[in-house]
T-cell receptor
Framework: AQRVTQPEKLLSVFKGAPVELKCNYS??????LFWYVQYSRQRLQLLLR??SRESIKGFTADLNKGETSFHLKKPFAQEEDSAMYYC???????????FGTGTRLQVFP | GAGVSQSPSNKVTEKGKDVELRCDPI?????LYWYRQSLGQGLEFLIY????????KSGLPSDRFSAERTGGSVSTLTIQRTQQEDSAVYLC????????????FGSGTRLTVV
């Protein structure tokens, strides 16, 4: 069965520090991986997906099939990055998303 | 509408009562999903509707939970004989299957069972 693991419930950094939010998955095929973000009092929204190979708000994520990881990175964190981040997986683009338990990122001034 | 609309936004109910939660997806979105969001549990998949196909009910936690989607649009999630452990935020999302923009989520219904 597919599973997404986010080992950190809370990650606290100072503004300007690098950030890495960890995500590991278990799935025997070739999954599609996503990061979703929920800012305070806002709706959950898509941040990026691995297939697009894009950088959004300075964040990037690389799919490492050997390590079954899809860590989210940003070289210099900003206070406005403080939010809840969820990693998610789907078997293919016509299937449901399976989410991890989320990591709360706190960026202090 | 412009986004996914859920109602009510908050619901407090007594243990043992039935509740209905409503989701109005984005017009034209063929896929509709229900998730439950609770502290420490992340987003738990409940049920998925895709067009006229049979729904994927594999995430429903018990037979007290059911959902329907009428006319390929509005969906209702029903919880019968509510228990305190049902307290959570219930999120609905819709998407165009295969869309690169992913799911569009509603703002959720916060259910509190007392």
């Amino acid at each position: 069965a597919q599973r997404v693991t986010q080992p950190e419930k809370l990650l606290s950094v100072f503004k300007g520090a690098p950030v890495e939010l960890k995500c590991n998955y278990s799935y025997s095929g070739s999954p599609e991986l996503f990061w979703y973000v929920q800012y305070s009092r806002q709706r959950l929204q898509l941040l990026l997906r691995h297939i697009s190979r894009e950088s959004i708000k300075g964040f990037t994520a690389d799919l490492n099939k050997g390590e079954t990881s899809f860590h989210l990175k940003k070289p210099f964190a900003q206070e406005e990055d403080s939010a809840m981040y969820y990693c998610a997986l789907s078997k293919h683009n016509t299937d449901k998303l399976i989410f991890g338990t989320g990591t709360r990122l706190q960026v202090f001034p | 509408g412009a986004g996914v609309s859920q109602s009510p936004s908050n619901k407090v109910t007594e243990k043992g009562k039935d509740v209905e939660l409503r989701c109005d997806p984005i017009s034209g979105h063929t896929a509709l999903y229900w998730y439950r969001q609770s502290l420490g549990q992340g987003l738990e998949f409940l049920i998925y509707f895709q067009g006229n196909s049979a729904p994927d009910k594999s995430g429903l936690p018990s037979d007290r939970f059911s959902a329907e989607r009428t006319g390929g649009s509005v969906s209702t999630l029903t919880i019968q004989r509510t228990q305190q452990e049902d307290s959570a935020v219930y999120l609905c999302a819709s998407s165009l299957v295969g869309s690169i923009v992913g799911y569009t989520f509603g703002s959720g219904t916060r259910l509190t069972v007392v």
